[in-house]
């Protein structure tokens, strides 16, 4: 696929600067166009491959914002966006539409720029083209706690609902206990981009002389089309270029057999590794719409007896036929990699607990403006019956 890519906020300009710099690392071109939009400065100034002409700077004269951030307040994220329409307007229009298959806006959805104005960008991408918009957003991790949520309920609805198809990750899966938060933060945005762009990017060749089993952009846009929120598996084996696959393959796999295994056993092997992976979201394999399997590496690798069968086991494990399966040729590349979408699976754990999560904070706000206004009720009284005898 070939894509116009645009991350807002601090977390949203991250990842798509690493997707950036995975691409550049392994030879693909799926980002034609990279911007970033953002309300703090500083965060604008942090990325190593999106051009400097293309960061947009939104709300430095706006009271809330300043140049410096919205610190967390989705309103002012959105009121920012929204007052300054005409400048992102004004951005897009560098965008050659005619060159992009789809466009896609990431950010995270715990603070306020992404989650406030993300939505604001996605509604005039959709009002400029007729192409399909998808979203890539992060869900904040509970250890950060209510505030973060509640920005994530509010805003993950208005996601879901404006994009084509919204693809998840979940920080709470994905934090190692061990590691700094910007370091975990620097290690997920790295798995996260591998995942997004192996995916993506297949198909991003134009070629109509290409072999039958290569993956097409409509197959990936077929298989997104569905709507809702997907989770993507992922998983790799280094390649030796005389020996073949060297990575090892699970030895509870029942076609694990280290001696006689085929390049198609090796290829479905692989498949399941992916499935059975730590997926973006966590969620129920069989609860997705449709799937998407693409298999990345040096064409020599590809079996197409593997994908067949890849392609008959995830139609069982998904219980859905909607599973669409191709090969997505890189001469020279030195891992042979699985990346499965799951598209629209409705049965992700973690979202409903970040519902549950907002709600107790709503809650809790309430009790506090509630306990507030009595406070402020008693002093008002205090203060009129001091205030009786000089009137
Ligand atoms: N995976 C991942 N998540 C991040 C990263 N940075 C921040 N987050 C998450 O994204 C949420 C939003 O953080 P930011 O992107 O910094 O916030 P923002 O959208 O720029 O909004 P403001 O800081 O309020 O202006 C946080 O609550 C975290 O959950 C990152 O590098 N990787």
Not at 13 to 41: G, P, Q
Not at 50 to 60: F, H, K, M, T, Y
Not at 61 to 88: L, R
Not at 105 to 118: F, Q
Request: charged share 30%; proline share 4%.
């Amino acid at each position: 696929m070939k894509l116009a890519t645009i991350g807002v906020g601090n977390a949203g300009t991250k990842i798509l600067d690493r997707m950036l710099e995975f691409e550049d690392k392994t030879n693909r071109s799926l980002c034609r166009h990279a911007m970033a939009i953002n309300t703090a400065r500083t965060d604008l100034a942090k990325p190593d491959f999106i051009p400097p002409e293309r960061r947009v700077l939104i709300g430095d004269t706006h009271q809330g914002a300043k140049g410096h951030g919205v610190g967390g307040d989705v309103e002012v994220g959105a009121d920012v966006a929204k007052t300054e329409i005409e400048e992102i307007r004004r951005a897009f229009d560098d965008v050659e539409i005619h060159d992009v298959d789809a466009l896609l806006v990431s950010a995270g959805l715990g603070g306020g720029t992404g989650s406030g104005a993300g939505p604001v960008v996605i509604d005039e991408l959709q009002k400029m083209y007729d192409e399909p918009v998808y979203g890539l957003g992060v869900l904040p991790g509970e250890y950060e706690g209510g505030r973060p949520a509640l920005n994530a309920a509010r805003s993950l609805q208005s996601f879901v609902t404006k994009v084509d198809n919204f693809v998840a990750f979940d920080n709470d899966a994905w934090r190692a206990r061990d590691q700094t938060i910007e370091e975990g933060y620097d290690e997920m945005n790295g798995e996260l981009a591998t995942r997004i762009v192996t995916l993506l990017a297949a198909g991003e060749k134009d070629d109509t002389d290409v072999a039958e089993n290569v993956m097409d952009s409509s197959d990936i846009m077929r298989t997104l089309d569905t709507g809702g929120i997907s989770s993507i598996g992922y998983a790799s084996s280094p390649v030796d270029a005389q020996k073949g696959l060297i990575g090892r393959f699970r030895e509870d796999d029942e076609e694990f057999n280290a001696d006689e295994a085929t390049d198609a056993t090796k290829i479905k092997g692989l498949v399941r590794r992916a499935v059975n992976s730590r997926l973006t979201i966590p969620c129920e394999v069989s609860s997705a719409d449709r799937v998407l399997v693409v298999i990345s590496g040096p064409p020599e690798m590809f079996a197409r007896k593997g994908l067949e069968s890849a392609r008959q086991w995830l139609e069982d494990t998904a219980d859905t036929v909607e599973v669409l399966a191709g090969d997505d040729p890189r001469e020279n590349a030195t891992e042979l990699a699985a990346a499965v979408l799951l598209s629209n699976v409705t049965e992700t754990p973690r979202v409903d607990e970040i519902q549950d999560q907002a709600v107790d904070a709503q809650n809790k706000i309430q009790e506090l403006d509630a306990v507030r206004e009595q406070e402020i009720e008693e002093l008002i009284t205090d203060d009129d019956d001091e205030l009786d005898p000089v009137v």
